[in-house]
């Protein structure tokens, strides 16, 4: 829905007690044709019976509210009036508190800092019925996660992977993995006997499976990777996964591409790439894992290869033979 899309007035009740915010967003609406605030209030009482004689097609509400906070409005508002879209609009950057907010009934949540940009496209994408959420809460969900771990055999792979995808999986998340074919295979199957439906996860979109050796040239400017190709091909993977659980967990990133490069000798590649993979996770909210075979990546290296690739990971895990070869999670 663009804004000439909107051919009939959209109702709009809007909650906040700070009467100046609610000028400035009187003001923003004005010039926006199709949107019309019928109602504004200033507790969460009130704007729980506003919302019940006015039914708006939507609200924009703020958490800190006397009377009644804005968790409190939307609990009551879903249920009394479900017909009405919530869009919280707040100062509180915290990812829980968003978080939170959709588990009572909002279908989107907008940062005020960033409401001189964001405020229309996240009111015409929540009346699209999908979800919004400011690019600020899922930076403050945390510290980067970037994991390397070595592995000493196929099967202590296996168990790495499936594990970290079915943990992203089973906690409602999405999962992008970029491992070699034959890797790929036996994870499939993996994943099956832990009871992931693959098929429904692909269509989902909430699991994205590459196959690394295939997609590694899509990243390259000739012998090195190309921060705007990766930026531009994973990206928009990233936002897509996302997508389909509100943006509100971090995407798992599982990935392989660096190790071929690794094991080709490419080492400045590899840990350019690393880099770029920084900066990805950086501007967006992702787990990121990567795995090299023992064999190829050993502190034993006396030319300091294995440091300068652990340096550019928040943690290291050793390489390990499993031992426990049950497959469930």
Known sequence: MEESDITSPVHILLVDDFEPWRAHIRSALATTPGLQ????????????????????????????????????????????????????????????????????????????????SQLIPGIQAVLRGESFFSRGIRRSGGEQEHVIQFYADEDSFLDCVSSFVCHALSDGGSAIVAVTKAHLETLNQSLGRRGMDVDHLVESGRYIAMDAAETLPQCMDANLPDEGKVTALMGALIHRAEANHAGLK???????????????RNFEGAIRLEKIWNELARKLYLRLHCVYPSSICSPAQSDGLYAAVCAEHSSVLPSQTRDVRSENV
């Open 37 to 116: 605030i019928v109602g504004e209030a200033a507790d969460g009482l009130a704007a729980v019976e506003l919302a019940e004689q006015l039914k708006p097609e939507l609200i924009l509400l703020d958490i800190g509210l006397p009377g009644l906070d804005g968790i409190g409005v939307a609990t009551r508002i879903s249920q009394t009036t479900p017909q009405s879209k919530i869009l919280f609009v707040s100062a509180n950057v915290d990812v829980d508190a968003a978080r939170m907010a959709i588990d009572h009934g909002a279908h989107g949540y907008l940062l005020k800092s960033d409401a001189a």
């Open 250 to 264: 971090p995407v798992a990133v599982f990935g392989e591409m660096v190790a071929l490069l690794w094991g080709a």
